[in-house]
């Protein structure tokens, strides 16, 4: 699909605010020292990809193509700009491993502190552990094993363009993933599960999110990160 200069330049005004948006929304998860107008700047990027490739035939509005893409891109680049050590990663799967493993074991939620005696560590220690899942919550469909028959990682754009009109969630499998991860989100203790549903439906920030909920953002961060393990436990299963 050819598109003017001015179709562009109109297109961007269209969709700035949007593009604002997804920018404002993850930047939660940058590092200290870089700005929000890279996010801004990398939305853009993905705004006129998106009219570049955009086809009339695509079984999705240029409307909807474009915004897929512009969160995309913005994601792309928080993932590029982070960066988690190996011990760090190490830390992190040993706290979901002993969430699991407790919770099975008790038939319950494990508490913090069951959890902080479990690995002998201090509370703090796994405060500050459970706030670095945040900044790993970005994933893509390779981080999920999904590929085509020919075993190569599944191309989105692909799938959006099929001509025949296959289901997106179709076609990548992704509808009983959705339906468990329903699940276990309804399964969180109450907290975690507030949070989950006020950050990712009801799109408040963390600050918000906190005042809402009378806690500090501190203890929101700490909320979110261990829901995010406890789901990635789920992921895990599912793949």
Known sequence: MTISEKEKEELIGKFLPRVKYYASRYAFYLPAEVSIEDLVSAGIIGLLEAMERYDPSFNASLSTFADFRIR???????????????????????????????????????????????????????????????????????DLGISN???????????????????????????????????????????????????????????????????SESRVCQLHGKALLKLRSVMEEFK
């Open 72 to 142: 995309g891109a913005i994601i792309d680049e928080v993932r590029s700009m982070q960066w988690v050590s190996k011990d760090s990663r190490k830390k992190l799967d040993d706290v979901r491993h002993a969430y699991s493993v407790l919770e099975k074991e008790l038939n319950r939620s494990a508490s913090d502190e069951e959890v902080a005696e479990k690995l002998n560590i201090s509370l703090d220690d796994l405060y500050k552990t459970l706030s670095t899942a945040n900044t790993m919550r970005m994933i893509n469909l390779e």
């Open 149 to 215: 028959n020919d075993g190569e990682p599944l191309d989105v754009f692909g799938c959006i363009s099929d001509k025949e009109g296959k289901d997106l969630l179709d076609e990548l499998n992704l509808k009983e993933l959705r339906a468990a991860l329903g699940d276990a989100i309804d399964g969180l203790p109450e907290k975690e599960r507030l949070v989950m549903t006020l950050y990712y439906y009801e799109e408040l920030t963390m600050k918000e999110i906190g005042k809402v909920l009378e806690i």
